[in-house]
């Protein structure tokens, strides 16, 4: 059974910085992608930033720059690393990973595990 379990969040002043991780348990038994996902009250999930098992890796247009998207050689943790936070990124950000990969990707519907999330708020 794979489970992710995400931790790192918190409040932080707008510019301000955090890092996000995602434990990974169990056995995937293909190299999966990896991605982080976001959702904001009111409003659609969405995909924030992706990563293969070859360290290729994607970004929503919104936090290309600013975020970036890592693992451990292991590739039991996966990181989001957020610089110069704004107030739209608010939100609670799951963590998911596939069965498989293609490419890096930021489609919900290409993962099947998922987190329970943890809450991100920044303040203006």
């Not at 348990?25 to 959702?39: A, D, E, K, L, T």
């Not at 293969?52 to 936090?63: C, E, F, L, M, P």
Request: charged share 15%.
């Amino acid at each position: 059974q794979v489970q992710l379990v995400e931790s790192g969040g918190g409040s932080v002043q707008a510019g301000g910085s955090l890092r996000l991780s995602c434990a990974v348990f169990g056995y995937i038994y293909v190299n999966p992608c990896m991605g982080w996902f976001r959702q904001a009250p009111g409003k659609e999930r969405e995909g924030v930033a992706g990563i293969a098992s070859d360290g290729r890796s994607s970004y929503a247009d919104s936090v290309k720059g600013r975020f970036t998207i890592s693992q451990n050689n292991a590739k039991t943790v996966l990181y989001l690393h957020m610089n110069s936070l704004k107030s739209e990124d608010t939100a609670m950000y799951y963590c998911a990973a596939s069965r498989g990969c293609m490419a890096p990707s930021t489609r919900s519907a290409e993962f099947r595990y998922w987190g329970q999330g943890t809450q991100v708020t920044v303040s203006s």
